[in-house]
């Protein structure tokens, strides 16, 4: 078990380099499969959840060589087992890709229910939808979800609900099919985009995304290429508000500033200057910040993910701020250590009503999931003193060298084994 120990209250300064996207990263990882040949991934970020990822193609039979930290070799020539292992499935949400990509190549997939953060119900019957729609059948036996379909055929798929991982799956799923699939009410996230052209570059036909309507003509095959992931949106807006609360100055480099919009116009508004580079941002503040109203939506709406460290930033705000979570049901768990620091918020449901405090106290706090447990790295650099965080392992699935980083950038960071429990002897 190890622990992050802050001694926070000081302003960050300087530079800080975003890795590749996490969520671009695991639905690429699982496509390499349907090239059934070698695929060299360039910008992985190196996070456990890559790890996974890459330990499940291994297990599946692909040969993964690192050529650095954060580019792969995977040949996946070899692969021909479609049995997800269960308990590497279980690790990380994300698993649900070898589904689409399984069923793309060989007709036919057995993976875990999924993992991940607990965000509140996270049902899979959008991609089920969709592979159904193709001529697969689904069925769930012993915490397995099955699908099997020896002819995937094209067609016109419209979602009920609009789902990053759903999409992804569906053209997962499409680009080896017969004929034209249309998927309509899709998400248009960064990460849909780079995974439509990382499919193109290994030889599918997917046009539209970032749009509402994808339109896929299957292929009788794909073939190998070398792809570099894009940067991570939600690692750069979680530095961007390490800035703005610490009243501090960070250039944020390897960035697509164009991504970071939806989350530049709040930070602005909150009081933090940004400014625009072609491949960076920087992000200052030297006035007080203030307080604003947001709801998160699928894009290009303000991200689900940067909600809580939002939260923690607009917890120190002059006034009153309104949160509203539009995608999750669950995603205020964390307010609770916020809450132990001093903040003063009140959550009503997939509401949360913040009336901005002075300054945060430090804490020992836990993380409760990945982007929670980032925001409280936020809120401990924030507060003058020092504070604890437990169970760093959900912060290290997303974040590469997020200790390392902050360092970098001036802040008292450090991770240390947490010492175990020790047990009074029986008298
Ligand atoms: N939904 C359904 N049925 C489905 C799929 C989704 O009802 O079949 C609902 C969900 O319950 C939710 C909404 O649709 O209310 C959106 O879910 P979506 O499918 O878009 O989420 P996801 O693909 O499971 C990805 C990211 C999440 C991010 C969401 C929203 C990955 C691996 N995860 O999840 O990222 O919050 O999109 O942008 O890409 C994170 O990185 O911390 C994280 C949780």
Redesign the pocket.
């Known amino acids: 078990m190890e622990k992050f120990v802050i001694n926070g209250g000081k302003p960050l300064t300087g530079e800080v380099s975003i890795s590749g996207a996490?969520?671009a990263a695991?639905?690429i990882l699982p496509a390499t499969i349907l090239a059934a040949d070698k695929c060299v991934i360039e910008n992985l970020p190196a996070i456990s959840d890559v790890t996974v990822s890459l330990q499940i193609l291994s297990a599946l039979g692909a040969r993964v060589r690192m050529l650095n930290k954060n580019t792969y070799e995977i040949d996946t020539t070899h692969v021909c087992c479609t049995e997800v292992p269960d308990d590497l499935s279980r690790q990380m949400?994300?698993s649900y890709y070898f589904l689409g990509a399984l069923l793309g190549r060989f007709g036919s997939a057995q993976v875990a229910m999924p993992g991940?953060?607990n965000?509140?119900?996270?049902?899979?019957?959008?991609?089920l939808k969709a592979f159904c729609a193709l001529g697969a059948r689904d069925s769930v036996e012993y915490g397995m979800i099955n699908v099997s379909g020896e002819e995937l055929a094209g067609a016109h798929v419209f979602f009920d609900?609009?789902?990053?991982?759903?999409t992804m799956n569906a053209m997962l799923s499409a680009v080896l099919a017969g004929g034209q699939t249309v998927l309509e009410n899709v998400?248009k996230?960064p990460?849909i985009v780079d995974l439509a052209n990382f499919l193109n570059m290994m030889g599918a036909d997917v046009r539209g995304a970032g749009t509402d309507v994808i339109k896929v003509r299957g292929r009788e095959a794909l073939h190998g290429c070398t792809y570099s992931i894009i940067p991570d949106q939600?690692e750069a807006g979680s530095y961007m508000v390490a800035a703005a609360i610490t009243g501090g100055n960070v250039l944020i480099k390897n960035v697509i500033p164009k991504h970071l919009e939806p989350i530049t116009a709040k930070l602005e508004l909150a009081g933090a200057t940004v400014e625009e580079y072609d491949d960076a941002v920087r992000v200052y503040r030297t006035g007080d910040l203030a307080a604003t109203k947001i709801k998160t939506m699928?894009h290009p709406g303000f991200?689900?993910?940067m909600q809580p460290l939002m939260t923690v930033l607009l917890s120190v705000a002059q006034g009153t701020s309104i949160i509203t979570e539009g995608?999750?049901?669950n995603r205020f768990r964390y307010v609770d250590e916020l809450v132990r620091m001093g903040a003063n918020i009140q959550v009503d449901g997939q509401v949360a009503v913040i009336e901005g405090v002075q300054e945060l106290q430090p804490a020992p706090l836990r993380a409760s999931?990945?982007?929670a447990g980032a925001a409280l790295v936020m809120a401990a650099l924030a507060a003058r003193g020092t504070s604890e965080i437990d169970e760093v392992s959900h912060i290290e699935r997303?974040y590469e060298s997020l200790v390392e980083k902050l360092q970098g950038l001036g802040a008292d960071i450090r991770r240390e084994e947490k010492a175990s429990a020790v047990l009074p002897q029986a008298l």
């Open positions: 996490k969520n695991v639905a949400r994300a991940g953060c965000l509140g119900p996270r049902p899979i019957d959008q991609h609900t609009v789902s990053v991982g759903a998400a996230e990460h939600i699928p991200p689900t993910d995608i999750w049901e999931d990945l982007r997303g």
